[in-house]
């Protein structure tokens, strides 16, 4: 018997991940990111790192009950992607 390169369930798990991201993309328009595990992957690092950052008060974000809540673009504007600030009048 051949191994099929992949089975009914993963692909069915790869279609539900899929409508998932597209949801969460139609459903969260502000782009809000909740918890520390989400925002370390937003940002690139281990969830380690990020609650110690976030912990510390080091990164844009604040705490709903026990959870780390921010947006994208706080993140992004924090790390210096956001829109160029204009100086003077």
Known sequence: MAVE??????KHY???RERRCQMKDEANP???VRGDDAIAKATNMTSRRAYHLLSHG???????????VTT???LRDFYGGGPEKQSGP
Do not use: H, N, T, Y
């Open 5 to 10: 390169s992949m089975s009914r369930a993963a």
């Open 14 to 16: 790869d279609g539900v």
């Open 58 to 68: 080091l990164l844009p974000a604040s705490k709903e009950g026990s959870q780390w």
């Open 72 to 74: 994208m673009d706080r």
């Open 30 to 32: 502000l782009k809000i």
